[in-house]
């Protein structure tokens, strides 16, 4: 049905629901891009891993790419393009990411652009905030240790000082753990969009000239 349709770009404001401040991510995706495409220019535009299970809710049914063990969807997601949707402006869909912490993305149409000859689509063009650590629970659990990191220098001297001296290999591992950590959730605030486009870019490249999608390796 939207396969002879003129091919176009949306553009999408994509939210991670229940978090505030607002963690969100403006894209522009080519209508005729798959499920799977929007897939995996969502998993990096947000910098996840895409270690988990997800799905898409759109028009009352499920759509993903599908994994051994998981959720198996009707359609096949390299085959179903977004324009086959006809989504209207402002309408929105859902994107679910990790069950089990439940990160849910309202995906809203913005805008329905004409395509540029020299556009390089997926594309990113705006943001705010780094997605949540992978694995740190909930929206809930995500927010409370949020405030619990030390926001100030002298707050955080001490915290530091007060972890365990480092005497042996395993202590000098859990620190430097601890410090890598530490750095992530003090750096919730920055959002590199350059660095999403350029791997937004490797995958446009690693496109197959089918039409089906092959993520790059980061």
Request: proline share 4%; with cysteine; net charge negative.
């Amino acid at each position: 049905m939207g396969d002879e349709m003129r091919t176009e770009v949306y553009r999408l404001h994509v939210s991670i629901g229940r978090i505030s401040p607002m963690i969100w991510r403006r894209i522009l995706v080519r209508s005729d891009s798959t499920i799977a495409d929007l897939h995996y220019t969502l998993q990096t535009a947000f910098g996840w891993s895409d270690e988990h299970l997800h799905r898409f809710h759109i028009h009352g049914q499920d759509y993903g790419v599908g994994r051994a063990g998981g959720i198996m969807f009707t359609a096949n997601s390299s085959a179903v393009r977004l324009s086959s949707f006809q989504f209207r402006l402002n309408e929105s869909f859902r994107y679910e990411y990790d069950f089990v912490a439940g990160w849910e993305h309202q995906v809203r149409v913005e805008g329905r652009l004409a395509l540029e000859d020299k556009g390089r689509y997926p594309r990113c063009i705006g943001g705010r905030r780094r997605a949540p650590p992978e694995d740190c629970g909930g929206p809930l659990d995500f927010i409370a240790r949020r405030d619990e990191v030390p926001m100030d220098v002298e707050e955080l001297l001490e915290e530091i000082q007060a972890y365990p001296e480092a005497n042996d290999l395993q202590a000098i591992r859990d620190r430097a753990e601890y410090m890598e950590e530490l750095h992530e959730w003090l750096s919730l605030d920055s959002f590199d969009r350059r660095a999403a486009n350029h791997q937004l870019e490797q995958y446009a490249i690693s496109r197959r000239p089918d039409g089906t999608a092959e993520r790059s390796r980061r």
